[in-house]
């Protein structure tokens, strides 16, 4: 059983970003957050970059609740 929880922010181009958020309740599930933001992360979040399979860039980031 896990009860951690996050919340998960990403920055992406506008097409992508549409896409993330038209599937935002299924990635909050599958990542166990309670909140998923497509837009700018706090300052102090832990973030990863990477490319998505269309080359777009992503930031994740997310914190630990």
Not at 14 to 21: E, F, I, M, P, Q
Not at 31 to 42: E, M, Y
């Amino acid at each position: 059983h896990v009860s951690d929880r996050i919340e998960l922010w990403c920055e992406t181009d506008d097409a992508t970003a549409s896409v993330l958020r038209d599937h935002a309740a299924y990635v909050r599930e599958q990542v166990l957050a309670t909140q998923f933001v497509v837009g700018a992360a706090p300052v102090g979040a832990f973030v990863a970059e990477g490319k998505v399979g269309n080359g777009a860039a992503v930031k994740l980031a997310l914190e630990k609740r």
